[in-house]
């Protein structure tokens, strides 16, 4: 990044910062940013820049000396930052007021685990990194960023790292001094939510890709839709959600708490879709309980969401718990050909077999306790009661055959091999249906309700997913 490039950068980030303030919450900003429209300050000399590398000792990364030549000095880098230094303000941490960083770090290092140190090569000592390192920021909300001479790539780069004490992530790596400031100008975005053209160019984006999307295209709008959420555009946030959940995986951005987060997302719990694709998956992942902590969206939307969330969830509660409620798969074409794999297969007595486990994750209890300092989930489940159960399986001559195990585990299991053999032979029937699917909305791109039916979950494996996903769907709504 030379200074032709962070000048128009930062005359951007200047702008959108000074219209999105907030005079009710914001410190009060200076008459020179606001006469000038600028966060930065008069440009650094070569004469400047020169002296404090021979103060330093060293000569500094080019994207910082660049910065320097454009800025010398930045107000409000992101949310957190409130200033970076200037030429004659940068100073190694170790000489700084915040050397103290440095000895914190070094404990930490102290009590991690040998062992695991070794296990992972990419492991940093933090407190190693943090003696050496060049301090930049000069004022946060305890955060702070640093540049480690340490580690210089190929373009003559130090990797940059950005350190907040409430985030529990400990140094967060950066390419360099441009990556990460171009990583806080996306978290500013993604917080204030700024109007003007890099909101309105990321809106237009979205919109290709969700039209690519629905033609088939996956890792391009995916790649579109990534970034676009890192800017704050929920758009994408449930566009990218609904791609990476017919894809699989089981990352965080695939699980439905990542967008039903009151907090962070309420535009999400109030869209169109929400009620129709994505509250049966809330409520099928409570149901599931095979989570992380035994931690639940629903749960702990009900103990600790606003009123209108724990109204919207209650009025869904309401509805299933209605004799005749049915969970709808969509438009009324593709649910018909839906329910009528599901209802088959419900029907086959292998089905019907009772999984021993399911009652112990249901009536499981979940206790979270503060041990040597630190929060542990103790789980406390009921024992396993053996009882007699009838299972259907295909003699050799193919007629089903009846009988009765005292063996509920050997009995599951038999009768779970020969659910995957149905679920299986289903697929072709499903991928046929996928071509009766309509969007029920503009930003409905793939029928992800189909995953709070647990075997039609199990059907859609990732590989299948992105079957569906490449499928022509075009954008022939039905609302």
């Not at 970076?84 to 303000?89: H, P, S």
């Not at 959420?229 to 990218?240: I, K, S, V, W």
């Not at 606003?306 to 004799?323: F, G, M, N, Q, Y």
Request: with cysteine; net charge negative; proline share 5%.
């Amino acid at each position: 990044m030379n200074r032709e490039q962070w000048r128009p950068f930062l005359q951007q980030w200047s702008g959108e910062w000074i219209d999105s303030h907030d005079p009710e919450k914001d410190a009060e900003l200076d008459e020179a940013v606001v006469r000038d429209r600028w966060l930065g300050f008069a440009p650094a000399s070569e004469e400047e820049i020169a002296a404090a590398e021979a103060r330093l000792g060293c000569t500094l990364p080019v994207s910082l000396r660049e910065f320097l030549a454009v800025t010398n000095g930045w107000r409000d880098a992101g949310c957190f930052i409130y200033r970076l230094a200037g030429t004659a303000e940068l100073q190694w941490l170790a000489d700084s007021d915040r050397e103290y960083l440095i000895e914190i770090y070094d404990e930490l290092t102290e009590d991690e685990d040998e062992e695991e140190e070794e296990e992972d090569a990419d492991v940093i000592n933090e407190g190693a990194v943090l003696r050496r390192s060049l301090l930049v920021s000069l004022d946060g909300d305890a955060a702070d960023i640093f540049l480690d001479p340490g580690d210089v790539n190929e373009r003559g780069e130090w990797t940059a790292y950005w350190l907040a004490s409430w985030s529990g992530n400990g140094l967060e790596p950066f390419d360099s001094f441009y990556e990460l400031m171009h990583d806080q100008y996306k978290s500013f975005h993604a917080l204030r939510k700024p109007e003007g053209e890099t909101k309105d160019r990321w809106d237009e984006k979205v919109e290709e890709a969700r039209l690519a999307a629905l033609q088939g295209a996956i890792d391009g709008p995916l790649k579109v839709l990534t970034e676009a959420e890192e800017f704050g555009n929920e758009r994408a946030l449930l566009l990218r959600f609904q791609m990476l959940t017919m894809l699989g995986g089981g990352e965080h951005e695939t699980r439905i708490s990542h967008v039903v987060n009151y907090a962070h997302h309420p535009g999400i719990l109030q869209h169109p879709l929400f009620g129709d694709e994505l509250m049966p998956l809330v409520f099928e992942e409570d149901h599931n309980r095979d989570l992380p902590h035994g931690w639940s969206t629903l749960r702990f939307s009900k103990e600790n969401g606003p009123e209108w969330v724990k109204s919207l969830i209650a009025d869904h509660e309401t509805r299933r718990a209605a004799p005749d409620f049915q969970l709808s798969f969509g438009n009324p074409e593709f649910n018909a050909a839906v329910r009528h794999i599901t209802d088959r297969l419900a029907a086959d007595l292998v089905f019907q077999v009772r999984d021993p486990y399911e009652e112990q994750r249901r009536n499981a209890t979940y206790e979270e306790t503060l041990v040597d300092g630190q929060y542990v989930m103790r789980v406390e489940m009921r024992t396993l009661a053996v009882s007699t159960v009838l299972v259907s399986e295909e003699s050799e001559d193919g007629v089903p055959a009846d009988f009765e195990a005292h063996d509920p585990f050997g009995a599951y299991d038999r009768a779970r091999e020969r659910q995957r053999q149905l679920i299986d032979a289903a697929w072709p029937e499903l991928k046929e249906a996928i071509q009766l699917w309509r969007p029920l909305h503009e930003d409905h791109i793939a029928p992800v309700v189909l995953f709070a039916d647990p075997v039609l979950a199990e059907m859609i494996t990732g590989e299948r997913g992105r079957e569906i996903l490449s499928m022509c769907r075009e954008d022939r709504p039905d609302y």
